[in-house]
Protein backbone atom coordinates (compact mmCIF):
# COMPACT_ATOMS: atom_id res chain seq x y z
CA UNK A 1 0.00 0.00 0.00
CA UNK A 2 1.45 3.58 -0.65
CA UNK A 3 0.49 6.34 1.09
CA UNK A 4 1.37 9.80 0.77
CA UNK A 5 2.84 11.92 3.28
CA UNK A 6 3.84 15.46 4.07
CA UNK A 7 7.41 15.25 5.66
CA UNK A 8 7.29 19.26 6.38
CA UNK A 9 4.82 17.89 9.11
CA UNK A 10 8.10 16.73 11.15
CA UNK A 11 9.84 19.83 10.57
CA UNK A 12 11.65 21.99 8.00
CA UNK A 13 14.82 20.03 8.24
CA UNK A 14 13.39 16.65 7.85
CA UNK A 15 14.72 14.54 5.16
CA UNK A 16 14.10 10.75 3.85
CA UNK A 17 16.64 7.74 3.07
CA UNK A 18 15.54 5.35 0.80
CA UNK A 19 17.34 2.00 -1.18
CA UNK A 20 18.24 2.62 -4.95
CA UNK A 21 18.89 -0.32 -6.65
CA UNK A 22 22.27 0.41 -9.20
CA UNK A 23 20.58 -1.15 -11.89
CA UNK A 24 17.62 1.61 -12.05
CA UNK A 25 20.44 4.01 -12.45
CA UNK A 26 22.35 5.68 -15.69
CA UNK A 27 25.08 3.99 -17.49
CA UNK A 28 27.64 6.47 -15.78
CA UNK A 29 26.36 6.04 -12.56
CA UNK A 30 26.10 2.27 -12.55
CA UNK A 31 29.64 2.06 -13.59
CA UNK A 32 30.80 4.41 -10.92
CA UNK A 33 28.79 2.26 -8.17
CA UNK A 34 31.34 -0.19 -8.69
CA UNK A 35 29.99 -3.86 -7.37
CA UNK A 36 27.07 -2.41 -5.16
CA UNK A 37 23.80 -3.81 -6.26
CA UNK A 38 22.40 -1.05 -3.99
CA UNK A 39 23.12 2.78 -3.00
CA UNK A 40 20.97 4.81 -0.72
CA UNK A 41 19.52 8.05 -1.21
CA UNK A 42 18.91 11.48 0.94
CA UNK A 43 15.77 13.42 -0.29
CA UNK A 44 14.08 16.63 1.07
CA UNK A 45 10.30 16.68 1.79
CA UNK A 46 9.64 17.78 -1.53
CA UNK A 47 10.99 14.59 -2.78
CA UNK A 48 14.30 16.13 -4.22
CA UNK A 49 17.58 13.85 -4.20
CA UNK A 50 19.88 15.33 -2.46
CA UNK A 51 22.92 12.88 -1.88
CA UNK A 52 23.05 9.42 -3.03
CA UNK A 53 25.71 7.20 -1.00
CA UNK A 54 27.12 4.09 -0.78
CA UNK A 55 25.22 2.67 2.66
CA UNK A 56 22.82 3.71 4.88
CA UNK A 57 25.15 4.65 7.95
CA UNK A 58 26.37 6.94 5.49
CA UNK A 59 23.13 8.82 4.47
CA UNK A 60 22.28 9.09 8.04
CA UNK A 61 25.55 10.10 9.19
CA UNK A 62 25.57 13.09 5.91
CA UNK A 63 21.95 14.50 6.88
CA UNK A 64 22.85 14.90 10.58
CA UNK A 65 26.05 16.59 10.12
CA UNK A 66 23.76 19.19 7.68
CA UNK A 67 21.62 19.40 10.41
CA UNK A 68 18.95 17.47 9.36
CA UNK A 69 16.96 15.14 10.63
CA UNK A 70 16.73 11.68 8.71
CA UNK A 71 14.01 9.53 8.57
CA UNK A 72 13.74 5.94 6.52
CA UNK A 73 11.12 5.25 3.53
CA UNK A 74 10.05 2.43 2.41
Known amino acids: MNTRFDLRAF ?3 VVY ?7 D ?3 EMREQAGE ?3 LFAVHNAEGR ?4 VADRAL ?3 LARQHDMRPMTVH
Open 36 to 38: LQT
Open 11 to 13: GAN
Open 25 to 27: LPD
Open 49 to 52: QLAL
Open 59 to 61: AFA
Open 17 to 23: VKTVAVA
